[in-house]
């Protein structure tokens, strides 16, 4: 397995502990529990930022830039419907 495979599989599953902790917050009873869920998400999200910065440095996560096209047909769908 090579440098790339390593990251990626690092970042998909720092993505999913992410998704855990968001979820434990959403469905925590207590406002401790509440609190030690917010903190590990956002300790995980600051290290998913850190793991997607240095694929993205090496070219490991290549970014497609949306047409301004596009961009302004979403916008425009959504506030027509608003």
Request: hydrophobic share 40%; net charge negative.
């Amino acid at each position: 397995m090579d440098d790339k495979n390593i990251m990626e599989n690092i970042l998909l599953t720092t993505k999913g502990v992410c998704d855990l902790y968001m979820h434990g917050a959403i469905e925590s009873s207590t406002e401790k529990v509440n609190t030690v869920f917010k903190n590990a998400l956002n300790d995980a999200l600051m290290m998913q930022d850190q793991i997607y910065k240095q694929m993205s440095a090496k070219g490991w996560y290549p970014v497609e830039t949306a047409p301004q096209a596009k961009i302004d047909a979403v916008k425009q769908k959504f506030t027509s419907q608003g």
